[in-house]
């Protein structure tokens, strides 16, 4: 949830995540792979070295924006294959994404 209102679906939402992946050759392909599955469109992804991780040089948490509504199907679905990969995962929430 951003903020404190849990926004419903609009039917033009974004949804925000964190999440870390293993240091190992293609561990952020595996876990953007789900999105791919589900075909969920990532709008934005940002690295960032991990504060949790100061000793350990090269960890890293992922930002990631994705199309749609955490309660949208092909988003929930993704989410949950992610809960079992990723070895962090946080759901920052859904809001309506802005009209340009």
Request: a neutral charge.
């Amino acid at each position: 949830m951003l903020g404190t209102i849990e926004c419903a679906p609009s039917g033009n939402d974004r949804t925000a995540m964190v999440m870390s992946a293993e240091n190992k050759p293609g561990a952020v392909h595996a876990l953007l792979s789900p999105l791919a599955a589900n075909g969920v469109s990532m709008t934005r992804i940002e690295s960032r070295p991990s504060r949790a991780m100061r000793d350990a040089l090269w960890e890293y948490v992922f930002f990631i924006d994705v199309q749609g509504h955490q309660n949208d199907e092909r988003v929930a679905a993704a989410l949950a294959e992610l809960r079992r990969q990723a070895p962090f995962l946080k759901v920052l929430g859904s809001y309506p994404a802005a009209v340009a």
